[in-house]
């Protein structure tokens, strides 16, 4: 059943577990998470990111994943991640995304809080919600602060708790993502999650906080950050990664034709989507 952020994170939030959001940009990933959901009987999160409308166009995986989405039988929001135009973000919401992050985390703050609030207004009235983000979450491939010899301290685009509430209540967002120490992508050195800021945070706002950057980190990791008080994990290198690796397997094991390849992807990604929501704890609560 289609669903949007309030329905998924707001119980995960009173109720302390976590929500995947596994990026789906074509039909083997989209099978392979709903499968895993609907085993598992948990809620769960499914959509693309701006970067990646290059591999799948929005339209075309709109046509795809909101009718899977309408039939599930458990709850799935169908989530346009990291927004980074106002255009492309009303697209989403045109094409029957019932969920958007309109991604002004660059901006300076009162641009950040003017651009959220008035899409934000324009979503509530779609029936769909919107994730915003403060501080920002760089990239780990990239070097942004990680701390090297001339680069900036890494706490520098933490989200600052106080600053938190004010952009709340001036935008009405439904979901915050924060900068608490984690970075896009495959990770070179461990990072070093910032747990107190994320537990301040969460007693300050009564939103629903997410956490991007996930692939990458250790289950001690995700257990203490949901502890914490994030609702809302982001995941798509795992589940890339994992489909390469049934891919390998398969290949491997003799299988030479994409339709006997097929099978060997799905099972990975499954596999791997099982084992995030169970880590999370959603597992049993659709």
């Known amino acids: 059943m289609l669903a949007n952020l309030n329905d998924v994170l707001l119980p995960a939030r009173r109720r302390g577990y976590g929500v995947g959001l596994f990026n789906t940009v074509n039909l083997e990933m ?8 609907e085993k598992l009987r948990s809620p769960v999160i499914i959509g693309t990111a701006e970067v990646l409308l290059p591999y799948a166009p929005l339209r075309e995986l709109a046509d795809l994943l909101l009718p899977m989405a309408r039939r599930a039988g458990v709850p799935v929001v169908l989530h346009y991640d990291h927004g980074l135009t106002f255009d492309r973000c009303m697209q989403a919401l045109q094409c029957g995304f019932s969920s958007l992050m309109y991604d002004c985390s660059t901006a300076a703050y009162e641009d950040n809080v003017r ?27 990239g070097g942004e602060g990680d701390g090297d010899a001339g680069q900036p301290d890494p706490a520098a685009f933490y989200t600052d708790p106080d600053q938190a509430r004010d952009y709340i209540d001036r935008t009405g967002a439904d979901a915050l993502a924060i900068a608490v120490g984690t970075a896009h992508g495959a990770y070179r ?16 706002i009564p ?14 990791d995700f257990r203490h950050a949901i502890r ?59």
């Open 189 to 204: 050195l461990p990072p070093k999650l910032d747990f107190g800021r994320i537990e301040t945070i969460a007693a300050r």
């Open 207 to 220: 939103t629903p906080l997410v956490l991007h950057g996930g692939s990458g980190l250790t289950d001690d």
């Open 30 to 37: 989209a099978r392979a998470v709903l499968a895993a959901a």
């Open 115 to 141: 651009s959220v609030r008035e899409l934000t207004k324009i979503a509530h009235a779609f029936g769909a919600t919107v994730e915003a983000e403060l501080g920002h979450v760089g990239n780990a491939e």
């Open 228 to 286: 914490s008080g994030i609702s809302k994990v982001n995941i798509f290198t795992d589940l890339n990664l994992a489909g390469a690796e049934g891919l390998r397997k398969g290949l491997a094991a003799g299988k030479r034709t994409v339709t006997d390849l097929i099978p060997c992807q799905v099972e990975a990604m499954q596999a791997a989507t099982e084992a995030k929501i169970a880590l999370f704890g959603s597992a049993g609560k659709a």
